[in-house]
């Protein structure tokens, strides 16, 4: 698995509660988070970029709070997630800022993945977090979903936010080193080390979860595989209960690679180019339509007019002269600020809009070329 993650330029760790915290004691793995920070710092040191989804701040709350053993009530788990946050966060702070790397802490929920605005605020967040250089730690913000709006299990946030990101290579570290044709402890169970295609057959494999600390079983793993893999994300399941599990891993420790068949940047251009629905359209001059044939961004400067009603994170055709659709891309502003700037220099936005927006009116990666 060295290729994998040595050519990933952005990468996502889920740590599982499992992991993180002891299941008797409910006391945080001191010992093992650290030398799990260790494989982070490496990977930074080395030029990648880094997102960690942790589990386990209701874990650390349950005990400080001296709640009971077994199932918790919705706000009972609250409760405990809002003191086990602290705790999470100043322990990742802690031994991050030892190596030099700043933290940064991001709850979510359901909500800000799925609605479209939140959507792109937290994509535009974590994107600006990681170019200057911070690691995040995202978590579900458990203090304030109701149990209609939770993701339940932090597989399929790690594979939604690695979506979201972009992200090469995403890699679930639980208690288990991957997939089984057969639940492991069962005679004649075999792992298996790689998935192209996930398959009634493969689905037939998951089991349960395995603990009250721990919400996500292989069930929850294969459904965050199919979220990553659509994405171009690769997908590692492993045993991350080894110290320096990231290390093993690339040292060749056992695990099970649920492979991408097309990158980030490609699954994304045809989700723009044939799953959404415009909302409207940008007229734009020749000079742009050169500018974009040779893979620029569209700027305000080069449009010429605009139709329809649509807001920010929109998808817009993009017409030459003669209104040919010759490109289609997700807008950068609501019709009505683009109404304001088009035709403008980039630099006037932040005079004829009251604020600083982007430079373009659709960034190259949120842009396809129609074909001819």
């Known amino acids: 698995m060295n290729s994998i993650l040595g050519s990933a330029e952005r990468i ?17 793995n001191r010992n093992w ?39 918790l009530l919705l706000e009972e788990s609250q409760a405990a997630a809002a003191v086990g946050q602290i705790s999470l966060a100043h322990a990742f702070q802690e031994m991050l800022s030892a190596y030099g790397h700043t933290c940064a802490q991001i709850l979510v929920t359901l909500e800000d993945t799925e609605e479209r605005r939140r959507y792109l605020n937290a994509r535009s967040t974590m994107n600006t977090l990681l170019k200057l ?12 979903a109701t149990s209609e709006i939770r993701y339940g299990d932090n597989d399929r946030l790690a594979a939604r936010v690695s979506s979201m990101i972009s992200a090469d290579c995403l890699v679930l570290l639980s208690d288990i080193d991957g997939l089984y044709t057969a639940p492991p402890s069962e005679p004649g169970a075999t792992h298996i080390a790689e998935v192209s295609e996930i398959t009634p057959a493969i689905e037939a494999m998951a089991g349960g979860a ?23 994300t690769n997908m590692l399941i492993a045993n991350g209960r080894a ?16 492979k991408a068949r ?35 961004s569209l700027l305000p400067a080069g449009v010429t007019a605009t139709d329809g009603q649509f807001e920010r994170g929109d998808a817009v055709s993009v017409l030459d002269t003669d209104g040919i659709e010759i490109a289609r891309g997700l807008s950068a502003y609501s019709s009505e600020d683009a109404l304001r700037i ?31």
């Not at 996502?12 to 945080?28: M, P, R």
């Not at 990977?43 to 053993?69: C, D, F, N, T, W």
């Not at 430079?359 to 074909?371: A, G």
């Open 133 to 144: 250089g911070a690691i995040p730690v995202v978590n579900e913000n458990d203090t304030v």
């Open 342 to 372: 088009m035709g403008h220099n980039s630099r006037e936005i932040e005079v004829l809009l009251g604020y600083s927006g982007r430079s373009e009116m659709i960034h190259r990666d949120d842009l396809v070329l129609k074909k001819g």
């Open 12 to 28: 996502v760790v889920k740590i599982g509660s499992s992991l993180l915290t002891d299941q008797e004691t409910g006391k945080l």
């Open 262 to 296: 097309t990158t980030p940047v490609a699954a994304r251009k045809r989700w723009i180019s044939g799953g959404l629905k415009t909302s409207g359209s940008f007229t734009i001059d020749a000079g742009a339509a050169r500018a974009l044939a040779q893979g620029r």
């Open 33 to 71: 988070l650290q030398a799990m920070v260790e494989d982070i710092a490496r990977l930074r040191a080395r030029g990648q970029e880094v997102l960690i989804v942790s589990s386990g701040a209701i874990s650390l709350g349950r005990r400080a709070l001296k709640l009971p053993a077994g199932a």
């Open 210 to 232: 395995a603990s009250e600390f721990s919400r996500g079983g292989m069930k929850t793993k294969l459904i965050a595989a199919g979220i990553a893999i659509e994405s171009g």
């Open 243 to 258: 110290m320096h599990p990231i290390k093993a891993l690339e040292d060749g420790a056992r695990c099970t690679l649920f």
